[in-house]
């Protein structure tokens, strides 16, 4: 599609994007509506009469800001991810030297890396509201700063007690960063060519970060110690809060106290928050227990907080169709849901995430377990991870506006699909460069694409005065993806070790046997990925197009 296509209301229309706010946003402002139509009827939350949304909302943005303002916002928006998921490699290499100094118990040694993804996960779509409302620049610094307070706090833990608690605040504190990172970027570039590259590298942050904190964490837990890696990521991001000080624009007018107090009270569906929020809080514990041990589930208390989350769920659904239907304000209002293509990016956000992320881990244990590597000759073998990330993300920036969408994610999800099959046929005694080293490079491929295009639908479809939110969509979509996929990889790994034929189940052939069992697990959840990517979003044309 030419960039100087004529955009006219049918053919948003036919798109699928029927708002007033959409098409106000996406028309030039020389054929955007002076007044918003009575027969277009907004789809997603109505605005009341003298709402303070029509004088508080930031309006995006339709200049190119400078080069300098590109490279700087772009890195620190990407910054952000790379900080988030370096902490969350060193704690996954560092876990068993981790377990020994601050006694954790074997029932608990996972919960410094699964409790953070578990806070995160269940705060994030409050953080993104919050976000829209006292300003996306406001939640970043704050997310930054705290993320460094909280990593030192780990660092200097004594017990497994303290360590789980400030892990859990950490997840907090990157909670308030992500959906505002993703706000930062829709504020700062018009729909065009720096947006999407601007989402790529950010997407890219996830791979290269995780991979990078593998590598870090095997060095200094093999070196001067594991706390080292907490430190390091607490100065590094004490330094970013700094320079996202000094260079991040405010995104709105100076705003009274008052205001903010009212629109945190009338602007944010904080019962639907509480639902949603302490039902993903419950399904994400659960499943982090399970993933400890499958005999969890069988627990009483695990057996009712599963319950009363499911219970939750369809009160949450109920309670932001009331809300909408009313004309308020609904956390995610259940006509996007009417939307194939919405449907479809969350289901492949969800699976992508799940598989992408048990791989990774999977392949931890598989080098230090199975193949009795030491944290450091293990997290050399995840140097080509990062580079790998970099190569796709800046090739799917280029390609965004280019390819159809579906073809995109269809391609990413199927290179995706060669890491678990070689993983799963790969032995104890087979060569790093037979299986790990491709599995390694292949594995970010689906996560990469997918990031970048289901940013920008999710984008598209929420108004400019909620892109806090959106973001906050999206990120709880693969937060929860990751803690789901996770725990029942790990099921289907012990369950499979208990049953082998191996009388000695820690032994490294017995370890195999689940490791090569849950490989195929993640197999499936990419196959899912790929059906909905090709299926699902046939329909969703280029994405990333600029506006003019």
């Not at 990593?151 to 017990?159: E, K, P, Q, V, Y």
């Not at 799917?396 to 073809?407: C, E, F, P």
Request: hydrophobic fraction near 50%; charged fraction near 10%.
């Amino acid at each position: 599609m030419s960039s100087s296509k004529t955009v006219t209301r049918d053919s948003i229309e036919l798109s699928g994007i029927q708002t007033a706010d959409q098409i106000s946003t996406i028309l030039p402002a020389t054929l955007a509506p002076a007044t918003k139509p009575s027969s277009v009827k907004s789809q997603l939350v109505p605005l009341r009469e003298n709402s303070i949304h029509e004088t508080d909302a930031p309006a995006l943005r339709s200049d190119e800001p400078s080069k300098f303002t590109t490279v700087v916002v772009i890195t620190i928006v990407t910054m952000v991810n790379v900080l988030g998921s370096m902490i969350s490699g060193f704690v996954t290499v560092a876990i068993p030297v981790m377990a020994i100094e601050v006694n954790l118990a074997p029932n608990i040694i996972l919960w410094p890396a699964s409790v953070y993804s578990l806070v995160c996960g269940c705060t994030l779509l409050l953080a993104g509201s919050i976000s829209d409302v006292v300003g996306a620049r406001f939640m970043y610094l704050l997310g930054c700063f705290l993320q460094g307070v909280f990593n030192l706090a780990s660092g200097l833990s004594r017990t497994g007690g303290q360590l789980i608690a400030f892990r859990a605040l950490s997840g907090l504190a990157i909670s308030c960063s992500l959906p505002s990172a993703v706000s930062v970027i829709t504020n700062t570039f018009p729909p065009g060519q720096s947006r999407n590259i601007a989402f790529a590298s950010m997407g890219g942050g996830q791979p290269i970060g995780f991979g990078i904190g593998l590598i870090v964490g095997g060095i200094l837990t093999d070196t001067i110690g594991f706390r080292w890696g907490f430190y390091l990521t607490a100065i590094l991001n004490i330094a970013l809060f700094a320079l996202s000080w000094k260079v991040i624009p405010q995104d709105r007018p100076t705003t009274s106290l008052a205001t903010i107090k009212q629109r945190l009270y009338a602007d944010i569906d904080w019962v639907g928050a509480l639902l949603i929020s302490s039902s993903l809080a419950m399904i994400s514990y659960t499943f982090a227990e399970i993933t400890t041990s499958e005999r969890a589930i069988q627990e009483p208390v695990n057996i009712a907080l599963l319950a009363l989350s499911l219970v939750l769920l369809p009160c949450f659904h109920f309670w932001v169709a009331r809300q909408e239907r009313l004309g308020r304000p609904a956390l995610i209002p259940p006509s996007l849901w009417r939307s194939p293509v919405f449907t479809s990016i969350c289901i492949a956000v969800f699976m992508t995430w799940g598989g992408f992320n048990a791989v990774e881990t999977l392949l931890t244990f598989y080098f230090q377990s199975v193949q009795l590597l030491s944290p450091l000759q293990a997290s050399i073998r995840f140097l080509a991870a990062p580079v790998s990330g970099l190569v796709i993300n800046i090739a799917v920036g280029l390609l965004v506006n280019r390819v159809r969408g579906d073809v995109l994610v269809g391609t990413g999800s199927l290179i995706a699909l060669a890491s678990p099959i070689l993983l799963a046929l790969a032995g104890p005694e087979t060569s790093y460069w037979k299986a790990a080293f491709p599995a390694i490079v292949l594995n970010p491929a689906g996560a990469d694409v997918l990031f970048t295009v289901a940013n920008l639908i999710i984008m598209e479809r929420f108004p400019a005065r909620t892109q806090g939110l959106a973001g906050g969509v999206f990120q709880t979509v693969s937060q929860i993806g990751k803690s789901v996929g996770l725990a029942l990889s790990a099921v289907v790994a012990n369950s499979i070790t208990e049953k082998s034929r191996y009388v000695d189940k820690q032994s490294p052939v017995a370890l195999m046997e689940g490791y090569k069992a849950a490989f195929w697990f993640t197999l499936g959840l990419s196959a899912v990925t790929f059906v909905v990517g090709v299926g699902g979003l046939r329909k969703v044309g280029k994405v990333g197009l600029k506006r003019e």
